[in-house]
């Protein structure tokens, strides 16, 4: 890894490049969402159908799983109770069916696959979408005061609000994408995703943080050089420590989403892109902006006194 310590790149110089394709990536989003007819809710969100189902003998959840699969169920999610794996409880999405003819179709299902396994539905119910709906409205709560605090402590801890603005774009920029990756292979969005999602930011806001901090020293101790090459030293300085932590990142959302399974699998796979997006905004995103913003207002205190 010493071989970094010898990089001087100019990251500001290629500023407008990676604006391009932040702006390209974004776009990539909007079709997502047009092509795919807006994002997929998963039943946290839409209301759906709650089972609860008991078994004579033990039965592994995965078995379950593929039979729900087999049977034409697109959409549902499968828990074991935590007491014994003879009780497991489904939740679906709404078909056309009716509650008597999608209990029938599960099991006549489970009873073809398990047969001399006496199953039996303990409870079948519709959770309607007010449910949903309260969720939906949490979840968008949880964002807004993520986002606001994220903007108070950078702009308290760097003594400028355009520091904490800077970082929220680029949490915003990865969030988004994210989302756009998201809704692009057709994922569907549960409280799941909506967790991976405010991880995603607090994991964005964290390597933006100790870039703004080493530009921050930099400027303090640097006085002779211009802003752009304070702040491409600054960036050269933390590469290594960026790289080493999202590679880590990485290789472990890149296990979890190999071989944690199916309920862990949609969380890994928003890690996986949100660690490449967190370490782009940081450097290629917010960095720039903070520059831009304050070449600007150079350029304005100039011709101000000028006046």
């Given at each position: ?52 189902i008991s078994f004579q003998d ?142 995603l930011a607090g994991y964005s806001i964290n390597d933006t ?99």
């Amino acid at each position: 890894m010493r071989f970094f310590t010898s990089l001087d790149i100019d990251f500001i110089g290629s500023r407008y490049k990676f604006f391009i394709v932040s702006g390209l990536l974004l776009l990539m989003t909007t079709f997502a969402l047009i092509y795919r007819g807006g994002p997929s809710y998963a039943i946290d969100f839409t209301g759906g159908i709650f089972m609860q189902i008991s078994f004579q003998d033990k039965v592994a959840l995965q078995d379950v799983r593929k039979t729900m699969e087999e049977s034409g169920i697109s959409s549902f999610e499968l828990q074991s109770s935590g007491n014994t794996d003879n009780i497991v409880m489904l939740r679906a999405k709404k078909n056309r069916e009716s509650l008597e003819e999608f209990e029938n179709l599960v099991k006549n299902s489970i009873s073809s696959r398990f047969p001399g396994n006496v199953i039996k539905v303990e409870k079948v119910e519709y959770v309607g979408p007010s449910v949903g709906k309260h969720l939906a409205r949490q979840a968008i709560y949880a964002f807004l005061f993520a986002l606001l605090g994220m903007i108070v402590y950078v702009a308290f801890r760097f003594k400028s609000s355009l520091w904490g603005v800077a970082s929220v774009i680029g949490i915003l920029h990865d969030v988004i994408i994210s989302f756009g990756f998201l809704v692009l292979v057709n994922k569907e969005t549960n409280i799941t995703i909506v967790a991976a999602l405010l991880t995603l930011a607090g994991y964005s806001i964290n390597d933006t943080i100790v870039l703004f901090d080493r530009i921050k020293e930099n400027m303090r101790f640097v006085v002779k050089e211009d802003f752009s090459a304070i702040i491409n030293k600054s960036i050269n300085e933390v590469l290594v420590r960026t790289v080493v932590t999202s590679f880590t990142v990485f290789v472990i959302a890149c296990s979890l989403f190999f071989f944690g399974g199916e309920v862990i699998h949609n969380f890994a796979y928003v890690m996986i892109i949100g660690t490449v997006l967190g370490v782009f905004s940081s450097v290629f995103v917010c960095a720039p902006l903070v520059y831009e913003w304050e070449i600007r207002r150079s350029k304005r205190l100039k011709k101000a006194v000028s006046r």
